[in-house]
């Protein structure tokens, strides 16, 4: 008996146990969507209803066509919905797939033959990610720069006034993407719908209004550019704020390894701007000077030493030996 349920265990771990846990992915099972994805779209256009008034949508990386499926659902009948990637698309009625690279002039030629002359987009999709073997870090860059060849193309094929849907990663590149979706649109919102896993990096922003400008600076559609040269807001945090502070959805510092930090009492106390150290470090090291200790300690217990540990929460200090 107990040999049979190790067995019965085994066979459940080699299954996809994230889908057969995920209401989703049943919903999309029984509701004949092709992926799961479907439903964060679902809940994005409920939030926005961008398809009810678009008559001609654009779907990048649109396999395995899950989104094609919603657009095609919830745009007014005899709409134009053409949808492109790298892997070929199933076909789905009353839409035009082709199989090609978003980031080519071949595609880009492809897409103008599939839009009837003198025809814009009213809104542009898009949904891909690249599959690097798991590196975050390149796969989070690759991504963006893909996002960024999408908002290349939504540039030239959007109306005024149109839309553009995209999923984006939290990572560094992430404000640079922003600062360039709000060059291009009146309004730039982030939001992450309920079918998307809160385990997953992924949130999605809409941009609202296009504002369709005669010439666009291509160093603002250029990734070796935009995410070379642009730095995201830095902003020191004020502990002594009574107002609730916003989430840093850029991720972590470039090169911190750990999350715990000191500093020497006599920084602190030396400090123009002793209220930002507050928010920067953990600890204050009373025996310490500026010299004996590094910027990010790599080992908060390997040393004993007295210390004033802030509780900024609740606005009082407690020094305490350790």
């Known amino acids: 008996m107990r040999a049979r349920m190790r067995r019965a265990r085994a066979r459940l771990t080699r299954c996809d146990a994230r889908s057969i846990a995920d209401k989703y992915y049943y919903l ?4 004949g969507f092709r992926s799961r994805a479907a439903f964060k779209l679902v809940q994005l256009n409920r939030k926005y209803d961008f398809f009810s008034g678009a008559r001609a949508c654009m779907d990048l990386c649109a396999a395995p066509g899950g989104w094609l499926q919603v657009a095609q659902k919830y745009m007014p009948m005899s709409s134009l919905i053409v949808g492109v990637d790298l892997a070929p698309i199933k076909p789905i009625r009353g839409c035009t797939t082709f199989v090609d690279d978003i980031t080519t002039q071949s595609c880009r030629a492809q897409l103008k033959r599939c839009t009837p002359e003198g025809t814009k987009y009213d809104i542009v999709i898009h949904d891909g990610a690249p599959n690097v073997g798991g590196n975050f870090a390149a796969e ?5 720069a893909l996002t960024l060849d999408s908002l290349r193309l939504a540039s030239e094929f959007l109306r005024e006034g149109g839309w553009f849907v995209t999923k984006v990663f939290r990572s560094t590149e992430y404000h640079a993407l922003l600062y360039s979706m709000q060059q291009l649109f009146k309004k730039v919102e982030s939001t992450k719908p309920v079918a998307s896993r809160g385990t997953s990096a992924e949130i999605y922003v809409v941009c609202i209004g296009y504002l369709a400008p005669a010439k666009i600076d291509p160093r603002l559609l250029d990734h070796r550019t935009l995410f070379a040269d642009y730095e995201g807001p830095k902003q020191a945090i004020d502990v002594l704020a009574r107002t609730k502070q916003t989430r840093n959805r850029s991720g972590y510092e470039d090169g911190a390894e750990v999350l715990y930090k000191e500093c020497p009492a006599e920084t602190f106390v030396h400090s123009d701007k002793p209220a ?10 009373l025996d310490a000077s500026v010299s004996d200790i590094p910027a990010l300690h790599t080992s908060p217990h390997t040393t004993r030493t007295t210390s004033i540990h802030l509780d900024t929460e609740g606005g009082c200090t407690q020094a305490r030996g350790r």
């Open 276 to 285: 930002e150290l507050l928010g920067q470090y953990h600890a204050f090291l």
């Open 140 to 144: 989070s860059y690759t991504q963006a």
């Open 28 to 31: 999309a099972k029984e509701q």
